[in-house]
């Protein structure tokens, strides 16, 4: 308000105060124009096109094909999901309804619980992208903070080492997964294994890292790649920090320790919350590092996604996945959203 | 007493030191292990154990790449993706920021909001549907649909970027040129714009690299046609295709020459990209 260019109190007669302001009106109203006709054409209209997709058969570009209302049946198919004892030497099809096929088994004590559902890939996409958001997230923010709180403190070469940070975060993701790829690899260009075995001895024998674990792969490289975003992002919250708060805690006997619990995390809270915020909604939406890295054997949501759409051609199949995830990540940014209430205006 | 806290206050450097480097380490590592990679000759590559050091270094990888045509087409491809996003972005997205950093109006939070929450816009969810834009406008397998998807990215990420800097100018500006007899528009272009130069620099280049990095939607909208590829979807492709006997250093050579460019941005614009990303993130 304070920004108007003129002040608004005494307009000569209300006929010119409200000419002005529709004047004003009618100029933001043109500017925001081309913003609001570009997001409808690529945000809004596919998104309710995506959502009217959803509840249809239609195939990926085969327009000559008819199109039928299928009602929730994609839903159906996606998220029906059922848990049954498996006594031992029984088939799990005479257990389960036709149609279900094995997601997990889970062994409670002696008891073998098989989880079943109609679309196994895709809760297995569910389970692979939740996972590996659940442990890459807390790992980032872990180190991110470890690393922020080192190049924090002043020491020759600050600037330099500030740079050589961004350098994972400006690589684009295909090709730095493309790099992983190798270095993870068992045979010669393996960096990874040529470390671990024939420098640092710590395996006796070259691992094949990607076949065997996939997801740690995964969550290695993204580590690798947000770590160091992450702590810059948290420096620039710890810079925010007046320093006479450390001072005047240390006039007081405050250990280090102390210190960092009592001020630094108090004061990094809200960075730390946005930074979370940031990074669990970009780890849901995964894509680039599973699909460069195992093309559609690991799949994420996003990854079979995409395979349905493109190498399935099931366009409402591929729609009814696309809101499944969009709902997934709203109620989740509504949900962290509202728990820590956010100020979200620009400063 | 004095010679035991010498002996701490050294062994903390020690440490601190060695932290540091192995922080280094671990993130400069995979960009070394590239650039020794694409220097090897053929036999070093294919030799047991991996060499950490180039015994023979050549260029003959990266002219392999200067050869290849793919590569040069995803290089251009991507370069004039990146620009025409970037050039778009800043235009429409300086529009919107002022109406919406300057101009009191009302339903301005609804906007502002909206505009935020596209910055979380998950893209994959909207494929599906984006495609059949990106089709019913006749961009598919043209790099034009990559010009025009991508800015559901870069656009409300340069306006919100930009309308928290034109809050930040000064009233007076425009009370000035208002008083001077200037139109709100003459005073947007004349006055406010040329001020917001080192926003719309910063901007910019975040725009540019998240458009140069972008995957998913060049696979999916340029698969049909190589000729359209960008960078990220060649050399991906370059793996993918010959999975048997893949030319591992002409790969890596390509990574390179691919991230030298962005490395040097990054070097360059430190500061201003820190400023940049951390704009929504921290308050103050």
């Known amino acids: ?347 | 007493m004095v010679r035991r806290r010498d002996f701490w206050y050294y062994a903390g450097r020690v440490g601190f030191a060695l932290i540091l480097i192995a922080i280094l380490f671990y993130v400069v590592f995979p960009f070394y292990w590239a650039l020794i990679s694409a220097l090897k000759p053929e036999v070093e590559l294919i030799s047991t154990p991996a060499t950490f050091w180039p015994k023979n270094p050549t260029l003959q990888n990266f002219q392999a790449v200067f050869q290849n045509g793919s590569f040069l087409r995803g290089l251009l491809n991507s370069t004039i993706v990146a620009s025409c996003v970037v050039a778009l972005s800043l235009t429409i997205g300086a529009f919107a920021a002022y109406a919406l950093g300057r101009i009191p109006f009302r339903g301005k939070r609804l906007t502002l909001y909206l505009i935020l929450s596209m910055t979380l816009f998950p893209q994959i969810a909207i494929l599906p549907g984006l495609f059949v834009v990106v089709n019913q406008l006749g961009m598919y397998g043209s790099i034009t649909s990559l010009i025009f998807s991508y800015l559901i990215f870069t656009l409300p990420f340069t306006t919100w970027v930009m309308t928290s800097f034109f809050r930040t100018l000064p009233a007076e500006l425009e009370q000035a040129a208002f008083v001077d007899g200037a139109t709100p528009f003459q005073t947007f272009y004349m006055i406010l714009l040329p001020l917001t130069a080192p926003a719309l620099v910063t901007t910019g280049l975040l725009a540019f690299i998240a458009a140069w990095n972008e995957y998913l939607f060049a696979l999916t909208f340029t698969i049909s046609n190589p000729s359209a590829n960008t960078i990220t979807v060649a050399i991906a492709k370059f793996t993918g295709v010959i999975a048997r006997n893949e030319p591992f250093g002409e790969i890596m050579a390509a990574s390179i020459v691919v991230t030298v460019p962005l490395i040097i941005l990054v070097v360059i614009f430190q500061r201003r990209i820190v400023q940049g990303l951390t704009a929504g993130a921290v308050k103050g």
């Open chain 1, 1 to 347: 308000m304070a920004a108007a260019p003129l002040t608004k109190e005494k307009p000569k007669t209300p006929s010119d105060g409200s000419t002005l302001t529709q004047q004003r009106s009618r100029l933001a109203f043109l500017l925001l124009l081309p913003t609001f006709i570009i997001l409808v054409m690529v945000a809004f209209y596919p998104l309710a096109r995506t959502f009217f997709a959803s509840f249809t058969d239609e195939p990926f570009a085969k327009p000559e094909q008819v199109i039928n209302n299928v009602g929730a049946a994609n839903y159906q198919k996606l998220l029906s999901m059922m848990v049954v004892t498996a006594p031992e030497g029984s088939k799990l099809r005479d257990l389960v309804p036709d149609g279900y096929r094995r997601v997990q088994n889970i062994d409670v004590g002696s008891t073998r619980y098989t989880v079943a559902g109609t679309d196994p890939e895709f809760s297995e996409s569910v389970l692979n992208t939740l996972v590996f958001t659940i442990l890459s997230v807390p790992l980032e923010l872990l180190f991110g903070l470890g690393v922020a709180l080192v190049v924090n403190t002043s020491f020759p070469g600050r600037g330099a080492m500030r740079a050589a940070m961004l350098i994972p975060w400006a690589i684009p993701t295909a090709i730095s997964t493309v790099l992983w790829k190798h270095m993870l690899g068992d045979n010669t260009t393996g960096a990874i294994n040529a470390l671990l075995v024939n420098v640092l001895h710590v395996i006796p024998r070259s691992e094949a890292w990607r076949t065997n674990y996939p997801l740690l792969s995964i969550i290695f490289v993204d580590v690798w790649k947000t770590i160091p975003y992450m702590a810059l992002l948290l420096l620039a919250g710890l810079q925010t920090i007046p320093g006479d708060l450390y001072e005047a805690s240390s006039v007081d006997g405050a250990t280090t320790w102390q210190q960092f619990t009592r001020i630094t995390l108090p004061m990094l809270r809200p960075t730390i919350i946005v930074a979370l915020i940031f990074r669990t909604l970009d780890a849901l939406r995964v894509f680039d590092l599973f699909q460069v890295m195992f093309g559609y054997a690991t799949r994420s949501m996003a990854t079979y996604n995409h395979e349905k759409l493109t190498a399935s051609y099931q366009f409402g199949y591929a729609s009814a996945i696309g809101v499944v995830i969009f709902i997934l990540i709203f109620a989740l940014t509504v949900a962290y959203m509202t728990s820590f209430s956010v100020e979200e205006d620009p400063a």
